[in-house]
């Protein structure tokens, strides 16, 4: 009965300061090679994805936020992953620190045009549905979601 397996279903949030800089970490996973990651996680039951993204974004680094949107579903061809790409706006002052250093060793703020290399595929995928929409990306089916869908906490 695999073939009637749930897909795995994820987060990738975009934190983005006033300054347009966005989080990013160095992932180091064990049994993945080391790639660079915006933070995000799989959701837990039931749960919504933008409440996923702010519970993640503070597991992972710290930061607290109260509010995101779903901008885009990202939808992975070859296999059952799904990403939903969330935009959270950084609290003013947020700090990003390194909680999980099993799973990412380091965070940093980043020009979303200059990233560091190699990305991590889930975290291309979802920088290629906000910075380029409407633009195909192989591997992936992308999906706009129009007015996004907002949570405040």
Known sequence: MDHLARPVSGVGVVLRRDDGRVAIGHRVTAGETPSWSFPGGHLEGAEA?????LRELAEETGVV???????AVCVRT????VTFAVHVPAPAGAELAVTEPHAVDAWTWADPDDLPEPLFAHTAAVRHAWRSPGVPLAGWDLHAVAGGVALDR
Do not use: I, N
Not at 49 to 53: G, M, N, S
Not at 65 to 71: D, E, I, N, Q, V
């Open 49 to 53: 994805p933008v409440r996923t993204a």
């Open 78 to 81: 070859a296999g059952s992953g």
């Open 65 to 71: 936020a109260t509010t995101g949107t779903l901008f």
